[in-house]
C-alpha cells in the first residue's frame, strides 16, 4: 500500500443503521420533540406528533423551517373530517388562518369532538407516497401514536446542509426512506436473545423463546410446545398480544379465549406445535390507541370504524416477524389456528406455506357479540 495511504472500512449495509435511526427518531418523536425528515429529491421537513404539538412546539417549528405548518393525517382520517374520500395515502390540511396546538389535536383525535363540516377554512392535498409527511405518519405508526402530525417544510435558506442545520438545532434527522423500511428490516434483524422451558397449566413441555430486533425494540415470544418435528407442517397459532384480554380476561374480545384454547388445542392433539406471541397490541395500533378505540365503540362505533375514526387502518398488523421467527425456529410449512384469512395470506406472502387453515372459534357473550359479528361481517373472518 502506497505510504499514506489506509484502509476506512465501509459497511456492506446501512440496514443496522437505518434501524437504529428510526428507533432514535420515534424516541423523540414520543417525547414531543421535533425530529427532521430528509425526503426524495432535496425535500426537508420538522415534524412534531400530534399529541405533542404545543402553541410552543409549532412556534418553534415555524421559526426553524421558515414557513407555516401543516398537518397530516392518513386519507381514512381525512375522510371522517369530510375532506378526501378515503383509502390508504396520506393528506397533507392547511388550514388558512394557520394552525394553534389545539387545532392540531381536534382535528387529529376523533375523541375532541370536532364538528363536520369543519366550522373552519381548510384545504386538502395528497401527499407523495414516499416523501416527508408519509414518513411522518409511519412514524407515528410506529411510535404506537395517533396518526397525525404537524409538519413544516424547510425553506431556511440555512438549511443547504440540512444534517449541519439540523445538528445546531441540537435535532435529529433521519431518512424518510429508513421509515418505511423499517418493518421489512427490524423483523429480518430478529433474533432470539433468551430461552427457558416454562411448563405451563395443561402444556408442561413449553419453551419460551424471546426474540429481539436488532434496534433493541419490543420483543416477540415463541411457544414451542413439545418436540414438533420440522418435515411437517406444524401446527400453529399467531396470537398478537392484548393486555386486556390476556391478562385481565376482559369480555370486550374473545383474546384471552383464543390464548388459553390455543394452548389447549395444540398440546391435546400430542404432536407438538408452536404459538407466536407477537407484540402487536390492538391489531398493531398499540394500547393507548386500543383504549381510545374502546371509547369510540362505546359512542356506538363498530371495531372498523372506531379504527377509522382514529385514522388507522382496519388491521395494521405485519406478519414479517411471524414468518422470520418461524424460519429461526426451522419451521417452513404450517397448519394455521385461525379464522382470519388475512393470517392465513399473510404469512403466504412473507414466504411460509399454509398446508392447512384449522377452525379456531369461541362461544361470543353479551359484552363482545358485536365485536365478533364484526370480525365476520367486515373483517372477512369465518363463523
Known amino acids: 500500500m502506497p505510504s499514506g495511504r489506509r484502509l476506512i472500512p465501509v459497511p456492506a449495509t446501512r440496514q443496522p443503521l437505518s434501524l437504529l435511526t428510526v428507533d432514535r427518531a420515534v424516541g423523540d418523536l414520543r417525547r414531543g420533540q421535533p425530529v427532521v425528515f430528509q425526503g426524495p429529491g432535496g425535500s426537508a421537513a420538522v415534524v412534531v406528533a400530534a399529541e405533542a404539538a404545543t402553541g410552543q412546539r409549532l412556534d418553534a417549528l415555524r421559526d426553524m423551517a421558515q414557513t407555516e405548518p401543516e398537518i397530516a393525517v ?102 424518510a426512506g429508513d421509515v418505511f423500511q423499517y418493518d421489512h428490516i427490524a423483523a429480518q434483524f430478529l433474533h432470539p436473545v433468551g430461552e427457558a422451558r416454562v411448563p405451563l397449566q395443561g402444556a408442561e413441555q413449553t419453551r419460551v423463546i424471546a426474540f429481539r430486533p436488532q434496534d433493541g425494540g419490543l420483543e416477540h415470544l415463541a411457544l414451542v410446545f413439545g418436540t414438533p418435528s420440522p418435515e411437517s407442517p406444524v401446527l400453529t397459532r399467531l396470537h398478537s398480544e392484548c393486555f386486556t384480554g390476556d391478562l385481565l380476561g376482559s369480555l370486550r374480545c374473545d383474546c384471552g379465549d383464543q390464548l388459553r384454547g390455543a394452548i389447549r388445542e395444540i398440546n391435546s392433539r400430542g404432536e407438538g406445535g408452536v404459538l407466536l406471541y407477537l407484540a402487536q397490541e390492538g391489531r398493531g395500533i398499540g394500547l ?36 422470520q421467527m418461524l424460519r429461526h425456529l426451522g419451521f417452513r410449512r404450517v397448519r394455521l389456528l385461525t379464522n382470519n384469512p388475512a393470517k392465513v395470506d399473510g404469512l403466504i406472502r412473507c414466504g411460509i406455506t399454509v398446508d392447512e387453515r384449522v377452525p379456531h372459534a369461541f362461544p361470543s357473550n353479551r359484552h363482545n357479540e358485536v365485536y365478533l359479528r364484526t370480525k365476520v361481517e367486515r373483517g372477512g373472518h369465518f363463523s
Open 74 to 175: 392518513t386519507a381514512r382520517r381525512a375522510a371522517v373530517l369530510g375532506l378526501s374520500g378515503g383509502g390508504l395515502k396520506v393528506m397533507v390540511l392547511t388550514v388558512a388562518d394557520g394552525v394553534t396546538g389545539e387545532l392540531v389535536r381536534e382535528l387529529s383525535d376523533p375523541l375532541s369532538k370536532v364538528t363536520v363540516p369543519l366550522r373552519f377554512p381548510v384545504t386538502c392535498r395528497e401527499a407523495p407516497t414516499h416523501g416527508c409527511a408519509s414518513a411522518a405518519i409511519k412514524l407515528c405508526k410506529t411510535a404506537r401514536l395517533l396518526p397525525a402530525a404537524a409538519i413544516a417544510e424547510v425553506r431556511d435558506p440555512d438549511a443547504a446542509d440540512l444534517a449541519q442545520w439540523a445538528a445546531r438545532r441540537n435535532l435529529f434527522i433521519t431518512d
Open 288 to 323: 393507548v390507541n386500543k383504549l381510545r378505540a374502546y371509547t369510540l365503540q362505546d359512542n356506538g362505533f363498530d371495531t372498523v370504524d372506531a379504527n377509522e375514526q382514529l385514522g388507522f387502518d382496519a388491521d395494521e398488523r405485519v406478519y414479517l416477524p411471524a414468518a
